[in-house]
């Protein structure tokens, strides 16, 4: 499977939902580096990334995202969002909190209504510097995809072995709602054991967390590229609105991608 980021800087990217959308991937230009390796990852599996483990400079991070800025900027190119996302998990990279700063120094002298987001996976809010530094993105976008650890491990892999969804959730509370939850609801096969995100037991368990958290939005969404795992199978938009029915009932903001 491809990698999906072969530069640091990329787009901007028309998106219905985004408007222009700058993105940026503080991994690896040809490796990917993850503390999940989920069964749907758009850029495949973490093994087939090990070639490349470089990860862009601070000063590398800061020249590209100026010029790609500053390029739009003088050519009359719309930015609506920067986007942080690329190769494996952002937060992974040690100067994210100086990097956070800088790209809002940019946003602020070149696109000062461009909305700034980080899609991560979590792993690492429970460091102070990581959860400051997304605390001060416009949309932290965080991922929590079922309410149980064996859930986690079958279709996120987490990379620690102590990885705890019930200390992901204590952690996020520290955001205090202020903050976009992301899930991703699929069904299908692993080693034997089928799963679907839609039975009751499983959704159940989702909802009764995402009450607790009550994240200002909460983004559902379902497989869209071709996942490394081939028994993996989309839900409908239909099975999702369904799903998300009690939390739109509690006031709760929610958006479905099918
Ligand atoms: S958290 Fe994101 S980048 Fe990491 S393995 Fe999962 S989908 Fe891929």
Redesign the pocket.
């Known amino acids: 499977m491809a990698l999906q980021f072969d530069h640091i800087v990329f787009g901007p990217i028309h998106s219905r939902r985004l408007g222009s959308s700058l993105g940026v991937n503080l991994l690896p230009k040809h490796g ?1 580096i ?5 069964i ?4 495949g599996w ?1 093994a087939d990334g090990r070639d490349d483990t470089r990860l862009p400079s601070l000063d590398e991070v800061y020249e590209a995202l100026e010029s790609g800025i500053r390029e739009c900027h003088d050519s009359g190119v719309p930015v609506d969002t920067i986007t942080f996302s690329g ?3 952002p937060t992974l990279h040690p100067d994210f909190p100086a990097i956070i700063d800088r790209t809002l120094e940019l946003r602020a002298k070149y696109f000062p209504k461009a909305v700034v987001s980080v ?1 991560t ?1 979590a792993t690492r809010i429970g460091r102070p510097g990581v959860r400051e530094a997304l605390a001060k993105v416009d949309n932290p976008i965080l ?1 929590l995809d079922g309410a149980s650890d064996a859930f986690a491990r079958l279709i ?1 892999q987490p990379q620690d072995p102590h990885y705890s969804v019930r200390r992901i959730e204590r952690e996020m509370a520290w955001f205090k709602g202020d903050f976009i939850l992301q899930t991703m609801f699929l069904r299908g096969e692993r080693d034997g054991r089928r799963f679907d995100c839609t039975d009751r037991r499983h959704s159940d368990a989702w909802v009764r967390m995402v009450l607790r958290l009550r994240p200002r939005e909460v983004m559902m969404y379902t497989l869209d590229r071709v996942p490394p795992l081939n028994t993996l199978q989309k839900v409908s938009v239909e099975e999702m609105q369904e799903i998300a029915r009690p939390l739109i009932d509690a006031g709760i903001l929610v958006q479905i991608k099918g």
């Open positions: 990917k993850c503390t999940f390796d989920c749907y990852c758009e850029c973490n190769n494996g998990e899609l996976n991922k996120d």
